[in-house]
């Protein structure tokens, strides 16, 4: 059983980017979404990371409360 706690640190290491504060600010401003894009389906993730995404999401895993945040600050 996973008893990490799910954070914006967290998700960015299981996405296999890198994690540190600064880091993160820089992806946010960096990237963004479209209006109504889902945040799977984003261009700038590759394959491996939009599967991560899609089947959290999809079977309402651990990680989508942290997935909602990083969602809501990349709209």
Do not use: V
């Not at 960096?30 to 991560?52: C, E, R, T, V």
């Not at 995404?53 to 809501?72: G, H």
């Amino acid at each position: 059983m996973d008893t990490t706690a799910h954070t914006l640190h967290t998700l960015f290491a299981q996405l296999g980017l890198d994690n540190n504060e600064q880091a993160i600010k820089q992806f946010i401003h960096q990237h963004k979404l479209a209006p109504g894009m889902a945040i799977q389906d984003a261009p700038f993730w590759n394959s491996a990371q939009a599967s991560f995404l899609r089947e959290s999401l999809k079977q309402d895993a651990e990680w989508c409360e942290i997935i909602d945040e990083l969602n809501t600050l990349l709209h």
